[in-house]
């Protein structure tokens, strides 16, 4: 309960705060390039549920529904400022919606998409899909895109063993750090 309420708080606080930043990177990738300025992508909630995930569009609206690492020449796809949203973490804005609905948390580990079978089937293994998706989550924090999914799965179970107030606030914390830095982050 403490978990949703703080989630609830910070995500209409930062709503408040970002509904400038927001507003002028839709008009953005709505100028440069086509398609709608956030796409909706199915991905897996807690108990695996499927739900619809907003995020700032930073692809164009013919690449393959797969995970971006599943690419040949995932950089072939990308809008004119779809690697600047990704790397500024920008283009997840939109999924403080998500977070104000309920599917997801600021904490948790980060949503599969429905046809990630590999990574969903060791997360339900190692009862990973008991917990709320997130923004951000201790796999992020130690590696992001970089990981196998292997340690990401693993560090998810870490997160889900240990999961506490003081582990958010630190996941949080190093976060934006981690953001300001782009580490991590390879497309």
């Known amino acids: 309960m403490l978990k949703r309420s703080f989630d609830l708080l910070l995500a209409l606080l930062a709503a408040c705060v970002l509904i400038i930043p ?27 549920a499927i739900f619809r995930m907003p995020k700032f569009r930073t692809m164009r609206t013919d690449t393959p529904a797969v995970a971006t690492h599943l690419l040949s020449n995932p950089d072939q796809y990308l809008t004119p400022i779809g690697s600047f949203l990704r790397k ?3 283009d997840e804005l939109p999924q403080l919606w998500s977070i104000l609905k309920g599917d997801m948390s600021f904490v948790g ?16 293994e190692h009862k990973v899909h008991e917990i709320p998706p997130g923004l951000t989550g201790w796999a992020q924090i130690n590696g992001r895109d ?7 799965v693993s560090l998810d179970a870490y997160y889900r063993q240990h999961q506490s107030f003081g582990l958010d606030l630190r996941i949080l914390f190093l976060t934006f750090f981690k953001v300001i830095k782009r580490d991590g982050v390879t497309h």
């Open 22 to 48: 927001v507003m002028i990177v839709a008009v953005c990738v709505k100028l440069t390039s086509a398609g709608p300025a956030v796409y909706w992508s199915d991905r897996v909630g807690r108990y695996n």
């Open 88 to 90: 500024t973490s920008l």
């Open 109 to 124: 580990p980060r949503p599969a998409l429905y046809n990630q079978y590999d990574l969903i089937g060791l997360r339900t």
């Open 146 to 152: 970089e990981l196998p999914i292997p340690d990401k």
